[in-house]
């Protein structure tokens, strides 16, 4: 089975603060994405990745940054937290032939006070 | 207009009951469609995944595409209380991500 694992499930941290959100997949997938999910407003696409050192713009990038030193491990940076980034931050990964499905950490959920 | 649509619910049914669930697209060219299932306090985990159109079934679940009308459904048959979930249906809109749907909310009444 694929494992996608994040790394805190729960996180506070002031306005303000850099925060550091990690994700890690064991099955060697290339595509890597970083989503956050609002009521009301689905899964909306921070960036994403495919390949190593490698990152593209989602539909709402401003405010964030991401890092792919390897393969298996995607990072989420906020550089300066905002309360208007409280939200759940969803991590997922998938192959890159054709259309395929993308598989899912279980999430952080982030607070910004 | 959105890639996707999908009406939020929430939607509340008995045990036992016939649950639809559906989205509309707005490309009729878009032809990888999936549905997944988030429970509380958890990731998304892929349900149902269908290529072109026409039916799909597996245990319980059927999904369904239909292309003319650019309409896709997910129906549960003898809907359990463990089926209580929000479901999200995502398709493949031809960059390396899918689109999301705003997902819909599942009350299943014991």
């Known amino acids: 089975d694929v494992k996608v694992t994040q790394s805190s499930r729960y996180l506070v941290k002031r306005t303000g603060e850099k925060v550091f959100l990690e994700c890690v997949q064991d099955?060697?997938?290339?595509?890597m994405f970083w989503y956050r999910q609002d009521p009301g407003l689905g899964l909306r696409l921070i960036y994403f990745?495919?390949?190593?050192?490698?990152?593209e713009k989602g539909d709402i990038p401003e405010g964030y940054s991401v890092s792919r030193e390897k393969k298996e491990r995607f990072s989420l940076i906020l550089e300066s937290a905002s309360t208007n980034q409280t939200s759940m931050y969803l991590c997922?990964?998938?192959?890159?032939?054709?259309?395929?499905?993308?598989?899912f950490g279980d999430g952080t959920r982030l607070s910004i006070l | 207009q959105k890639e996707v649509e999908q009406d939020p619910g929430p939607l509340s049914v008995p045990e036992g009951a016939i649950v639809s669930l559906n989205c509309t697209y707005s490309?009729?060219?878009?032809?990888?469609f999936m549905w997944y299932r988030q429970y509380s306090r958890k990731g998304p985990e892929l349900l149902m995944y269908?290529?072109?159109?026409g039916n799909k079934e597996d245990g319980r679940f059927t999904a369904q595409v239909d292309k003319s009308s650019k309409y896709i459904s997910l129906f549960i048959r003898d809907s359990q209380p463990s089926d209580s979930a929000t479901y999200l249906c995502?398709?493949?809109?031809?960059?390396?991500?899918?689109?999301f749907g705003s997902g819909t909310r599942l009350q299943v009444q014991p």
């Open positions: 997922a990964s998938s192959f890159v032939e054709g259309a395929q499905p993308q598989h």
């Open positions: 490309n009729s060219a878009f032809q990888y």
């Open positions: 269908t290529y072109s159109s």
């Open positions: 995502a398709i493949d809109t031809g960059r390396r991500a899918l689109t």
């Open positions: 990745s495919y390949d190593v050192k490698m990152k």
């Open positions: 099955m060697d997938h290339e595509n």
